[in-house]
């Protein structure tokens, strides 16, 4: 339990940093948000299905990595309309 409490938080955390420095504000805590929703959502499946924990792991990096990356693709979009 304090383990995932401690990702969240310090995910979250990360997450609104990257956000401050390269998003709009109303967008920072949208996508915090929507993070912190998915993280919840992996630890209530991982409960309930009984994953092995490095598989629990790999799974969360995973997706962790397929919210990110179009965020960075956002990112450079709109840097592009901003600067045009």
């Known amino acids: 339990m304090r383990v995932s409490n ?3 938080g310090v995910s979250g955390r990360l997450l609104l940093f990257y956000k401050l420095y390269f998003f709009p504000l109303d967008l920072v805590f ?3 948000e929507l993070l912190r929703l998915r993280l ?3 630890k209530v499946v991982h409960i309930m299905t009984c994953l092995p924990p490095s598989l629990f792991w790999k799974n969360l990096k995973r997706d ?3 919210f990110l ?3 960075f693709q956002l990112n450079e979009i ?3 309309n901003h600067s045009a």
């Open 6 to 8: 401690l990702v969240i």
């Open 40 to 42: 919840l959502f992996f």
């Open 30 to 32: 949208h996508l915090s």
């Open 78 to 80: 709109l840097f592009m």
């Open 64 to 66: 962790l990595q397929s």
């Open 69 to 71: 990356f179009p965020a």
